[in-house]
T-cell receptor
């Protein structure tokens, strides 16, 4: 089975540009999570979806960040306009069920974003 | 408040020795799950092991075992017979029945010495 797929793997952009990160969860997984990892702040949950519906976006840092899940096999995280402090590794993860399923989250390889 | 604490920022261990990575957690929810993930230098997050709060026995997965002490709220990861490839960052995480989010600790960087 293919794991979680993220693209691009690396992104270098200039401040002010729009950045779109993409994620394809594991087929059949109902939950999708977006995380950001930095040295200073560690691993932070930005937003998560259940059956394509955003459930909790309290971790989204500002209005510059937005996430969508138009269907069960695709999600995007958009930053517009990007700033240098957005430089981080962005992970997408998916899980088959929520907590009651006792299921774990499986992570994609991450997208390393550098904003100059 | 729910919290995961990993007090060891870094550890150095000789190859073939057993390793224990500490993790304590805090939650008032009686139903929860505990996870360990490995992040090698390549950056991916690899799921290692899971322990449910109602599981009677400690979880084991190959060389990995989870030393679950519920009364002490600890969930230490034990790696038996360490290998050079075990050098990585290790994260302890928790999920409760309150919602479906996983919260992560700050991690422990493990270095295996030849």
């Amino acid at each position: 089975d293919a794991g979680v797929i993220q693209s691009p793997r690396h992104e270098v952009t200039e401040m002010g540009q729009e950045v779109t990160l993409r994620c394809k969860p594991i087929s059949g997984h109902d939950y999708l999570f977006w995380y950001r990892q930095t040295m200073m702040r560690g691993l932070e949950l930005l937003i998560y979806f259940n059956n394509n519906v955003p459930i909790d976006d309290s971790g989204m840092p500002e209005d510059r960040f937005s996430a969508k899940m138009p269907n069960a096999s695709f999600s995007t995280l958009k930053i517009q306009p990007s700033e240098p402090r957005d430089s981080a590794v962005y992970f997408c993860a998916s899980s088959l069920t929520g907590f009651r399923g006792g299921d774990t989250q499986y992570f994609g390889p991450g997208t390393r974003l550098t904003v100059l | 408040a729910q919290k995961i604490t990993q007090t060891q920022p870094g550890m150095f261990v000789q190859e073939k020795e057993a390793v224990t990575l500490d993790c304590t957690y805090d939650t008032s929810d009686p139903s929860y799950g505990l996870f360990w993930y490995k992040q090698p230098s390549s950056g991916e997050m690899i799921f290692l092991i899971y322990q449910g709060s109602y599981d009677q026995q400690n979880a084991t997965e190959g060389r990995y075992s989870l030393n679950f002490q519920k009364a002490r709220k600890s969930a230490n990861l034990v790696i038996s017979a360490s290998q050079l490839g075990d050098s990585a960052m290790y994260f302890c995480a928790m999920r409760t029945s309150r919602d479906d989010k996983i919260i992560f600790g700050k991690g422990t960087r493990l270095h295996i010495l030849p």
